[in-house]
């Protein structure tokens, strides 16, 4: 059984004005399925309605079978960590603090994380060489500083399904390459992991199932191979570009032609 079916599921904000219609999907363990389209196309819309946080007008969402639409949140919370497009909260939590937060779906209503807990918050700062911040309050930090403490907050939930919104948009080269490695690191341990994206280079280094927002609220769904090409891409983007092979790499690489 697939970890995450989408079903014919369709969404609109307003009614006669269709986000996205007839989506359909499957997502096993260990996959990866990076998500593209223009702006407005409905990316972050799909991925809150995969949370529970928007309802479907049509269709379902089954983790693990069950249907999302009977889970409590604190069930779901035990299967699916988020790392929003909006990262930057306004709160006067230290980072530990706003990281053990993360813990709450595995504690019980009036328990205080502990010793534990905050190992896992360490270990996890840890990947990303980051335990110095640990004192620090999130909403000093600079907004890569926050993305990554995000990032590392999904992480420290230990989901089965990790959905990321445009989790590299504030990160310099050297941070998207260790959160692209990790999200292949992640995926070879079993976890399952959906992000959006406005780089198709991105997809092509993760050579991951891919969906494509097309005009009109279609979500298209194949591999890398199949979807990433120069029609898709111009036709999604409305713009012209240009993929090239780069034989030293041993991938394609897609470039703007201005
Ligand atoms: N809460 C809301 N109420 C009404 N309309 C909304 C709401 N949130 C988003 N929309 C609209 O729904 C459409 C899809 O928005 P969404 O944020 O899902 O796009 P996106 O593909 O994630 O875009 P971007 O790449 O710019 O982040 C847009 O036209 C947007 O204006």
């Known amino acids: 059984m697939p970890l995450l079916s989408v079903n014919n599921a369709a969404f609109a904000y307003q009614a006669g004005h269709p986000i996205f219609n007839d989506v359909n999907f499957q997502l096993n363990a260990g996959q990866i399925f990076t998500i593209l389209g223009p702006n407005g196309a409905g ?3 799909l991925l809150k309605c995969l949370l529970g946080l928007q309802e479907l007008q049509r269709g379902q969402i089954l983790i693990g079978g069950e249907n999302i639409t009977g889970m409590k949140r604190r069930q779901l919370a035990q299967q699916i960590a988020y790392v929003p497009q909006d990262y930057q909260v306004n709160t006067g939590l230290s980072v530990m603090d706003y990281l053990l937060t993360a813990r709450a779906p595995y504690l019980s209503p009036l328990q205080l994380p502990g010793k534990e807990e905050r190992q896992q918050v360490l270990t996890q700062l840890a990947r990303f060489n980051l335990r110095h911040l640990r004192g620090r309050r999130f909403s000093s930090l600079s907004g890569g500083q926050q993305q990554l403490v995000t990032i590392i907050k999904a992480l420290v939930q230990q989901p ?8 590299m948009a ?3 080269l050297s941070r998207q390459r260790q959160v692209l ?11 399952a992991i959906i992000l959006t994206t406005h780089l198709p280079d991105h997809v092509f280094l993760l050579d991951s199932k ?3 927002f097309f005009p009109g609220g279609t979500l298209r769904v194949g591999s890398t ?7 898709n891409l111009t036709s999604i983007y409305h713009t012209p570009v240009e993929l090239v092979y780069l034989p030293q790499l041993g991938r394609y690489t897609c470039q703007l032609v201005v």
Do not use: R
């Open 43 to 45: 990316k972050s819309t």
């Open 160 to 167: 089965k399904l990790l959905i990321l919104d445009e989790p």
């Open 170 to 172: 504030a990160l310099d």
């Open 181 to 191: 490695t990790l999200l292949k690191e992640l995926a070879a341990t079993g976890m």
């Open 210 to 212: 891919v969906g494509l």
């Open 225 to 231: 191979t199949q979807l990433m090409t120069k029609d």
